[in-house]
């Protein structure tokens, strides 16, 4: 069974361009989870979806970010504008539930702006 | 204070070596925890999840202290593979919705 895959697994960006990051949960999973992480701050939360529906976005930073989930296998993450201080790992993991569930993480997009 | 915490390292232990991670949670009414294991440019994998009698896997043994907040891996014979970063992760009802809240992790380095 196929895990969590995410696209790309690089992107390099100027400041100011869009940049759109792309993953496909674990099929049957009903909950799919949006992480960023850097040395600083670790693993943070940024918005977590039931069934396709947002449940959670306080973690969004602000508005120039977005997500979203069209359907059960797929989901998007979007900075626009970007800027240098979103450089970062952006992981998406998905699961069967909440409440004593593991989470299983995709291989992560590594995203750098310059 | 943070919701999870976790002593940063780096732990170097020679191998074979017994080694011992503690994380402290501020929530009390948090109901799921789990240790995974980050290797270096990698996503976190699932190592174990903990329960409230404790529970082992191998070398790996995993305990639930609820009175004091705090839950612990101990790692034992340490392999050179054991060298990895380990998050704490505590699942919490916050409001009225679960999170899923990750230490900033540990960072192991077994050295030959």
Known sequence: DAGVIQSPRHEVTEMGQEVTLRCKPISGHDYLFWYRQTMMRGLELLIYFNNNVPIDDSGMPEDRFSAKMPNASFSTLKIQPSEPRDSAVYFCASSRGLAGYEQYFGPGTRLTVT | ?112
């Open chain 2, 1 to 112: 204070r943070k919701e999870v915490e976790q002593d940063p390292g780096p732990f170097n232990v020679p191998e074979g070596a017994t080694v011992a991670f503690n994380c402290t949670y501020s929530n009390s009414a948090s109901q799921s925890f789990f240790w995974y294991r980050q290797d270096c440019r990698k996503e976190p994998k699932l190592l174990m999840s903990v329960y409230s009698s404790g529970n082992e896997d191998g070398r790996f043994t995993a305990q639930l202290n609820r009175a004091s907040q705090y839950i612990s891996l101990l790692i034992r014979d340490s392999k050179l593979s054991d060298s990895a970063t380990y998050l704490c992760v505590v699942n919490s009802d916050s409001s009225g919705t679960y999170k899923y809240i990750f230490g900033t992790g540990t960072r192991l380095k077994v050295l030959a």
